[in-house]
């Protein structure tokens, strides 16, 4: 039977060859972090490699993605659907052995990894997202959801301030399914981190409420799994391994220095750290003994089977709740959602209501919400103002597993995160909100739900110069347009009540990525619209009133500017065709015939109007038309006051089309 340490300088080995045939990667952590991953591996995570999807796995995050070879060589050994000729293709193009991990590419990922931190804050929404799930659906004598979830986490998580965001919620919820190990090697890309990170870890972590394991022998395959079985027996607050470790361990030239982080060790090297390891067998060349003692699938089926079985016990004893479960972990919708909506969406239009964008958000809330179980969200300490908490939410708590609101305190970043997280997870459909200009602050984050395709709902309120007297430091210009710049990301930008209503639940039944709701702080005016106009609205534009003249184009607190311009130049006989664009992404995706019923290619006079930098209008107004934006930080004032300063009024915008219908007719 292969020792520990065999088992483990199988990882190193991988590691290291598939980094030096790649030419590229970072074999220093995986050559450092094979033991623990061994340990933990091989002893104590549930998981079953030919059921990568089993809801009640352990999930397994590695937030120090760079390392992404330890956990290919991890999936491999333990018998996922990885195979060595998908190793020996590390960072190939189209291999399941990308540089970082990516969620989508490689059984047994779970989140895409690489920048620093982000990993250990989508642990935080996954382990937030068992503990919900097991208060909900749990009975005595029947517990299916009952999972951990575990985390790896070098310097580099710890030095990004969403580790600070994050860990500090996490304790403070007492999540204690999930536990955190911290690979304490003291290296980072510039060298020794004593010139750059000497913070007290340790005591960092105790203070944010976590179980804290200090000084464990990374290297040492059974101190590291009493200290995992320590931490697994605390269940009132997570834990955090700290365990000292030695970067490119095995290396004889290059172990406990940076040249091993993030470059192959070089031929010579290699040879040399096999020699070292003991290792006796050619590159991408694991023993079979080795291989059989590393097979996770017999305890993995074992497993597995016996999940299946406790959960038709359950099904038997709890049927609706059973079905509800299987619903709401394959991201199906309730029955009825469609005629929910219809209902939802007649009642606000037949309301006719003026009001702020924001408001008509959380009346959307209000009549889907109790539909939906799974809709779980927050807000980053901005809860009365973007008015998220609607009254069907209970405040998620240490002491409320199961509520459905998250108060995530001022951590735009980490929030959005744990988010995806907990989309992740699978279970929920959350939803995160804050001002649209400190969307900013979230920006990696949202660009990592869009790459991994997660249903999460951004709201972001307050989304123009429109805010005010709060001035330029919170008046959203470009945040606008630069989300609309993220792949994968649908951005909806409502102009009255019922154009919110649509969004939400656009967004809500979007599964291939997340959404974008901005909504408006100051009131905005009802647009009375025929059936077939409300319907329309989904397809992301349509055609509020027509003309002949010239066509306007605005998107949410615009569009009311855009009907008053169009009255007034109906009052000088010119005709124009209003178009409001909530959402561009959406508009794009529609077919051809559509998009010239909305936009006629004939039509050459046209004007965008939209609060926020004229940045991607040109591609509807072409280079005949004219664009009005705010190509300026705002100002501090009452918002009609900004608007008149900014020239966002019906006088200046049909003065404007007036202009380019002049120019295209002059010889």
Sequence with gaps: MPTAKELADAIRVLSMDAVQQAGSGHPGMPMGMADIAQTLWCDHLRHDPAHSDWPDRDRF????????????????????????????????????????????????????????????????????????????FNRKGHEIVDHRTWVFLGDGCLMEGISHEACSLAGTLGLGKLIGIYDDNAISIDGDVKGWFTDDTPKRFEAYGWHVIRDVDGHDAAAVSRAIAEAKAVSDRPSLLCCKTIIGFGSPGKQGDASAH???????????????????????????????????????????????ERFESYRAAFPEEAGEFERRMQGLLPRGWDAACEDALAAVDAAALSVASRKASLD???????????????????????????SGSEILSRDCPDGNYIHFGVREFAMSAIGTGLALHGGFIPYCATFLVFSEYARNALRMAALMGQRVIFVFTHDSIGLGEDGPTHQAVEQTATLRLIPGMSVWRPCDAVESMVAWQEALMRREGPTCLLFSRQGLSHQERSRKQVEDIKRGAHVLKEGSDALLIATGSEVGIAMSAAALLDAQGLSVQVVSMTSVDR?????????????????????????????????????????????????????????????????????????????????
């Design 262 to 308: 993030g470059s192959p060790l070089g031929v010579e090297e290699v040879e040399r750290a096999r020699a070292s390891l003991g290792w006796t067998h050619p590159p991408f060349e694991i023993p079979t003994d080795i291989y059989a003692a590393w097979d996770a699938r017999p305890s993995g089926e074992k497993r597995y089977r016996d999940w299946c």
């Design 61 to 136: 995050v590695l937030s120090n993605g760079h390392g992404s070879m330890l956990l290919y060589a991890l999936l491999h050994l333990s018998g996922y659907d990885l195979p060595i000729d998908e190793i020996r293709r590390f960072r190939q193009l189209g291999s399941s052995t990308p540089g970082h991990p990516e969620y989508g590419d490689t059984p047994g990922v779970e989140t895409t990894t690489g920048p620093l931190g982000q990993g250990l804050a989508n642990a935080v929404g996954m382990a937030i997202a068992e503990r919900a799930l097991a208060a909900r």
């Design 587 to 667: 508009f794009e995706a529609q077919d051809e015939a559509y998009r010239a019923s909305v936009l006629p290619p004939s039509q050459r006079a046209r004007v965008a109007v939209e609060a926020g930098i004229p940045h991607g209008w040109r591609a509807w107004t072409g280079e005949d038309g004219a664009v009005i934006g705010v190509s300026d930080f705002g100002k501090s004032a009452p918002w009609k006051d900004v608007y008149e300063y900014f020239g966002l009024t019906a006088e200046h915008v049909a003065a404007e089309v007036r202009r380019v219908i002049e120019r295209l007719r002059s010889p």
């Design 364 to 390: 959307a809330l209000e009549a889907l919400g109790p539909m939906l179980p799974e809709l779980i969200g927050g807000s980053a300490d901005l809860t009365g103002s973007n008015l998220t908490l609607w």
